[in-house]
C-alpha cells in the first residue's frame, strides 16, 4: 500500500462528495474568486466552512486554490480571504504569485500555503528558495522527469513535493499561457481561460493583389489541432513517483463531471492500495479522455500533442447515481436515458465494483412500472441484486 497522498479535485459540493466517497486522501476546491477555474461552480464561503468541516470529518484534507496572477486591486479583499480561509479549517491554500504569497502569510500567518504548478518550479534550487520563503508544499511543473524529481527531494526533503498524474494538460510551459487573453479577451491566467488550444487553425495570407485568403494545415480531413496537447497517464509509474519522493498524487479536473471523478480516482485508489493495475488501467478507457501520454516524466517527448479534435467517449456510459436502497430496489437517480433489459455495471469503492445486473422491474417516481427511464434527473427503482450503497454509480458498456 502507498503512503503518498491521492489529490483529487472538487468544482462543487456534489463532486466533493463523489472525491472524498471513492477514496481521495485530500480535495482541493476553488472559493468564487481568486482561482484559475472560475467557470466551475466553485465555492462561496459557507460552502468551503462546510466542505472543510466533512473533510475533516472524514480524516481528510481541504486546499483551497488561489492561484491567480494578481493585479494591484485584487489584494485589499485577497487579505480578507485569506484570513478567512484559515479561520475556516482550510489545511491549505494553493498560491503561486509573490504578490499573493506575501499577502497571505502577512494576513494568515499559520496558513500552509502550497506553490501552484503555475510557477514553473523545474529545479532544486527554485524548491529550495520557496522553502525559505515558508511554503511547505510545493506543486511541480509537468516538464519534469523522474530522475529530477528525485534530486529535487533528496535536496529539499523537508519541504513537500507535488506532481500530476492524470489529466488534461496544457500545451503552454506548465499553464502559463496568454493565448486565451489574445485571442478572445480572457485572461487564463486569472481564470477564465477559454481553451483556444484545442481548436482547429488555418494559415490566413493574401497575395500580390492584396486578396486575402486561409490555407488549411491539414493533418487530415479534420484538419491539424497543433496546440491540442494529450491527457497524463502516469498510472503505471506510481511506484516510481513514490520512490522519487513524491508525497502527493494529483488529479486534475475541476471542471470534470462526477463520473469521471469516481472512475479515475477510483482506480487509482484501488491501484495505490495494491490492486491490480493492469486490470484496473482500462478504468482509464470508461471516460471521455484524449490520447494519453506519460508526457516528460522519462525524459523528451515529443509526442504529446493530439491531432485530434474530439476526446474519445470512453467505453461507458453515465447511467444513474444511487441514492440508497428499498426493500430490494435501488433507488437511483438518472443521468442517462436507459431501458429495461439494459445491462447496468457498478461503480463503487466497495465490494460491488464491477459488477452488473439487467434492468427487469423498475419503477419510476410515482411507483409506476416504467420500461423507460427518460425523466432527466428522475427517481427510478431498479430491482439490484447488491446491496448497493449512496454514492455508488452505475454505468453502461457501450
Known sequence: MMKTELLAPAGNASKLETALYFGADAVYVGGKAFSLRSFADNFSEDGLRTAAERAHALGKKLYVAVNIFARNPDFGALSDYFSFLRESGAD???????????AAKKSAPGLPL???TQANTT????????????ISRVILARELSLPEIAEIKDFVPETEIEVFVHGAMCISYSG????????????????????ACRRSYRLQTSNSAGEEFSLPVEEDAQGTYLLNSKDLNLFFRLSELEKAGVDSFKIEGRMKSEYYLATVINAYRRAMDGGNAEKLCGELDNVAHREYTEAFVCGKNPQTVSYRDNQTKGNCTYIANVLGME?????????????AGDELEVLSPGENFGKSFPVQDMFDGTGERSEDAKLVLGTYKIAC???LAQGDILRRRN
Open 114 to 116: 502550497h506553490l501552484s
Open 327 to 339: 426493500d430490494g430496489f435501488a433507488v437511483v437517480q438518472m443521468r442517462n436515458r436507459f431501458h
Open 123 to 134: 529545479n532544486k534550487y527554485a524548491v529550495k528558495f520557496w522553502s525559505e520563503q515558508g
Open 176 to 195: 502559463r499561457c496568454l493565448l486565451s487573453d489574445y485571442l478572445d479577451g480572457r485572461p487564463s491566467n486569472r481564470g477564465a481561460c477559454v481553451q
Open 92 to 102: 491549505a491554500a494553493i498560491v503561486s504569485d509573490p504578490g499573493v504569497i506575501y
Open 385 to 387: 441484486p447488491y446491496r
